[in-house]
């Protein structure tokens, strides 16, 4: 049986708590009085992964059976979710590689010869050949990769891209050509939280830059209250108007499927249990692994931290309609993320940790660190912010100046020279977006190599404009000074001097409220 | 490099010291109050005690019950104990009952029977409190002879009955967990079911002072020697077809009566009791602190020495 998610109130009884911290963790005493907010623990997983996505496949939700949709000589695309989720990844068999290859038997016995698949990485990194195997599994990938079939969404692919129209907005649809001009496109998602799937996969997973921009923009998203609540989400409600003349011109088949908190087990398994219900056996493992951290050298905490693999277990795959399929989802990813919160408070405090979206197989620079706390994090849920208007956020994470040059190109740069003019989203917007989306240098990288596109920073610091809105301070403990300051924030050494530094904006007594994530987790403020 | 090892050592000295303390090590396992209704039930297994009742551990049993375990007790407090008399009256195993307010119960219990009762009695003791660790659990079972209960529902454990059924006394506390105050709480009906069901007499014990001694939340008593009292009642029997509903008042009662006793005379308290006039053990319905102070009064010692100063 797995426990709802609740909120605890720090008192005497109440043991150090753990607070992720990049590529490490530490125990932290919070104030009396604190609120800490504690995800539901994993729900129970489907018992036979197999039969359940048989079963969604040939029982899909307001569609033709998956069986009745596949002929001879038809073209049939596969899209599916690139590296950036699960968080972290998934052990193997990835669900992806499961459903594809249920979907690909089923395309097989239907004589269907023209089938392609496309890593719908938008733009995001190209995956490598051995990412791409990750996924989608040794025998998909040695039918399709070889022949070219198996291929990353190129979104600066001029000749392989469809202009399907606009929206009454005046939104720009562009896609895969290859997909746009298919009989049928099967989607196959993961939906890690409540941000992901639905219209968003097809219309933002292989889309172009033209349309992207759009909805990744910092007026979008400061109107997204939050990203992870659609219905209240400016840039889900632009995907969803997208998505529309896309299903016009489209077929689409949509599979979600959706994880429990299953996170961290073996010796890591401390970290996703309730401090105070810790072993013997978890008290020691947190010691060992955080003395054995502390003596690491850097590369091999880095690599320690790389090679977390997540057992995850299914709660759900749903195919059939976008629209409706997605519902289903989401109630799934509501059973396992929502708490219910009462009230907003003065501070907010969240530990970002070692992964994020974006830097899977890479290093947390700090604007992927100030995405994954400030527009993660912070936007992770429904109804109100965790913090009031004004109030303060306080993170934890190293926010050490580390960048990939092979995977980060352009984050170097905006983080030297556009954060050097300025900090605001919309200035920058205004100001540099263009020239980084454009940069002939940043698309030949994004293209051949393994980068991500040079407008995806910009990205993320529109991703936290509606923290940035919203919050008077923002304050990191231990981070690198100089790398904070330069993003317009502030360091701290201890929680205390946080807290300190906070006061004349919160008080010297304030509300505080703790994220206890990871495992994930949506705080339902009432 | 030897700077950096003992910066090394010192940091994991001060982790280790940090969860030494926020774990509470060498010491019982707190949840926050918050968490409380969160926490699940521990599944209930029960740790084997028989083989605390071999010879072997009888004997071991009795060497520490008579030589270090009497000592602390007699250098710590001052047990004044009567009515053993009421033991004689007994011819087979019973169940001793007594009010509980703290842990030095047990031993002043077991320490004032005389010595062939007392290696032939066995203690009901919380299955989720004396039995939760392995270490617990064999250490209160060779020491006091306990043996694990649940007190909060679950299936009923078929050990005592079978003690009972072999000739051992079985001594139960049936308010089922230490008052918070000194003062008597509810008594629950397994006393009386078990006499009841198997037919024995239960042996009614007042016990005045220890909460004074050593209450709740201290692992030692206070210095000073204090005085505490137990006292033996007149065995009671279920009447033919009493069930254990009615029985079990009658045990509160009696043990009430002797808490009375104890601050009066044998007599007056007789003739309160046989007018149904006894004074509530279960203390005034006042504030905690007005109820601490009153059980908190020093009692006299009966041993007749004097004080230092009057």
Redesign the interface.
């Known amino acids: 049986m797995s426990r709802p998610g609740f909120v605890l109130e720090v008192d005497d009884r109440t043991p150090p708590l753990l607070v992720h911290n990049g590529e490490g963790f530490l125990l932290e005493r919070f104030p009396l009085g604190t609120r800490v907010v504690y995800p539901p623990e994993a729900l129970p997983p489907v018992r036979d992964v197999d039969e359940a996505i048989q079963n969604a496949l040939l029982n899909p939700i307001e569609s033709e059976p998956l069986p009745e949709l596949l002929r001879a000589g038809m073209r049939l695309t596969i899209a599916f979710d690139d590296i950036s989720i699960p968080l972290p990844p998934m052990k193997k068999p990835d669900i992806r590689q499961r459903i594809i290859e249920a979907v690909l038997e089923l395309a097989a016995q239907a004589g269907v010869d023209d089938v392609e698949l496309i890593s719908a990485n938008a733009l995001h990194r190209r995956l490598t050949p051995n990412e791409l195997r990750d996924i989608v599994g040794e025998r998909v990938f040695r039918s399709f990769f070889p022949d070219g079939k198996l291929y990353n969404f190129d979104a600066e692919d001029s000749a392989n891209l469809t202009h399907l129209g606009q929206t009454r907005h005046g939104e720009d649809v562009e896609i895969s050509k290859r997909a746009a001009e298919s009989d049928l496109l099967v989607y196959v998602n993961v939906n890690l939280v409540a941000m992901d799937g639905g219209h968003k996969s097809t219309s933002i997973g292989l889309a172009s830059y033209k349309s992207l921009k759009h909805h990744h923009n910092s007026h979008t998203m400061i109107h997204s209250r939050s990203f992870m609540d659609h219905k209240r989400s400016k840039m889900h409600e632009s995907a969803w108007r997208m998505g529309e003349i896309l299903t016009q011109h489209v077929k689409v088949f949509q599979i979600e499927t959706t994880l429990n908190n299953d996170i961290f087990g073996g010796p890591l398994e401390f970290l996703q249990k309730r401090e105070w219900e810790w072993s013997i056996k978890d008290q020691a493992s947190m010691l060992g692994t955080k003395r054995a951290l502390a003596a690491a050298p850097a590369k091999l905490r880095h690599k320690i931290f790389t090679d977390v693999r997540s057992n995850y277990g299914l709660t759900g795959v749903h195919a059939g309609k976008i629209e409706p399929v997605h519902d289903k989802t989401l109630e799934n990813v509501h059973r396992q993320h929502l708490v219910e919160v009462q009230g907003q408070s003065d501070v907010a405090i969240m530990g970002v940790p070692f992964i994020g979206p974006y830097n899977v197989n890479s290093v947390m620079n700090p604007i992927l660190a100030a995405c994954m706390g400030l527009g993660y994090y912070f936007n992770s849920y429904r109804g109100n912010p965790i913090v009031r208007k004004d109030g303060a956020v306080i993170l934890y994470h190293p926010v050490d100046y580390e960048f990939s040059q092979l995977h980060h190109p352009s984050y170097v740069d905006f983080f030297e020279e556009v954060l050097a003019e300025s900090t605001d989203p919309a200035t920058i917007e205004a100001k540099f977006e263009k020239q980084y989306a454009e940069d002939p240098w940043y698309i030949h990288l994004y293209r051949t190599s393994y980068a991500y596109h040079g407008v995806h920073p910009f990205y993320m610091w529109y991703w936290i404009s509606h923290a940035l809105d919203h919050c008077g301070d923002i304050v990191w403990v231990g981070a690198n000074r100089k790398t904070v300051e330069r993003m317009g924030f502030r360091s701290a050494s201890t929680l205390q001097d946080a807290l300190e530094m906070v006061s004349h904006s919160v008080g010297r007594s304030p509300s505080i409220t703790y994220l206890h994530n990871p495992p994930h987790l949506l705080a339902d403020v009432r | 490099m030897g700077t950096s090892l003992v910066k090394?050592g010192r940091?994991?000295a001060r982790?280790?010291k940090?969860?030494a303390r926020?774990?509470r090590w060498g010491r019982r396992?707190?949840?926050?109050?918050?968490?409380e209704?969160?926490?699940?039930p521990k599944e209930s297994t029960v740790f084997p005690t028989k083989w605390a009742r071999t010879p072997a551990a009888i004997a071991v049993r009795d060497l520490i019950q008579k030589g270090p375990l009497n000592a602390v007790l007699n250098f710590e407090v001052s047990p004044q104990v009567s009515g053993l008399d009421s033991l004689l009256k007994l011819d087979g195993p019973a169940i001793i009952v007594a009010n509980h307010s703290s842990h030095l119960d047990t031993p002043l219990l077991l320490l004032s029977l005389p010595d062939a009762m007392r290696r032939k009695t066995a203690f009901a003791a919380a299955a989720d409190y004396f039995f939760d660790t392995w270490w617990r659990a064999a250490g209160s079972a060779i020491v006091f002879n306990t043996f694990p209960i649940e007190r909060r529902g679950g299936n009923l454990s078929s050990t005592p009955g079978d003690l009972l059924a072999d000739g051992w006394n079985v001594v139960v506390f049936p308010e089922g967990t230490r008052s918070p105050d000194g003062w008597i709480q509810r008594f629950r009906m397994g006393a009386a079911y078990l006499a009841v069901e198997h037919d024995v007499p239960v042996i009614p014990v007042g016990i005045k002072g220890s909460f004074a001694a050593m209450p709740r939340g201290r692992g030692w008593p206070v210095p000073g020697r204090p005085a505490v009292h137990v006292r033996y009642g007149d065995p009671l029997y279920a009447a033919e077809g009493e069930s254990p509903r009615d029985f079990a008042p009658r045990i509160a009662a009696a043990v009430s009566a002797l808490l009375d006793e104890e601050s009066t005379t044998w007599y007056e308290a007789r003739r309160r009791a046989a007018i149904g006039a006894s004074p509530s053990q279960t203390g005034p319905a006042a504030a905690r602190w007005r109820r601490v102070w009153e059980t908190t009064r020093p009692m006299k010692s009966t041993d007749g020495r004097r004080r230092a100063w009057k």
């Open positions: 090394f940091d994991t982790d280790v940090q969860v926020g774990w396992p707190q949840v926050p109050r918050s968490a209704p969160y926490v699940i």
